[in-house]
């Protein structure tokens, strides 16, 4: 099992910027694949921007432009950078770990942090 927990959200003015942290614990495999996903209410979670273990990134991308990731293998944590923040980014955002069993990808995720862009 992994236990993914999220930090660094609040609320921020546009403009402005954040930095998201998510700490995983439990079995981490180096093959797992860590992101970020975002969720406003009514509508479907999407993806922000995901990392491999070798660096190699997909991000969303009307996003890449503004919103960073980066991984941290040895301390199991991944971050996002988020600057130039709009209120259009308010939302819920999700740290995720996908991890291939070899048949499907199972999927953990965080109980999520709420960043809020407002004047």
């Known amino acids: 099992q992994v236990h993914l927990v999220e930090s660094g959200g609040g609320l921020v003015q546009p403009g402005g910027s954040l930095r998201l942290s998510c700490a995983a614990s439990?079995?981490?495999?180096?093959?797992?694949?860590m992101g970020w996903y975002r969720q406003v209410p009514g509508k479907q979670r999407g993806l922000v921007a995901n990392i491999a273990n070798d660096g190699s990134i997909h991000s969303a991308e009307t996003l890449k432009v503004r919103f960073t990731i980066s991984r941290d293998n040895a301390k199991n944590t991944v971050t996002l950078e988020l600057n130039n923040l709009q209120p259009e980014d308010t939302a819920v955002y999700y740290c995720?770990?996908?991890?291939?069993?070899?048949?499907?990808?199972?999927?953990?995720w965080g109980e999520g942090t709420q960043v809020t862009v407002s004047s």
């Open positions: 995720k770990v996908s991890r291939w069993d070899g048949q499907r990808w199972n999927e953990f």
């Open positions: 439990g079995s981490i495999f180096s093959s797992d694949v």
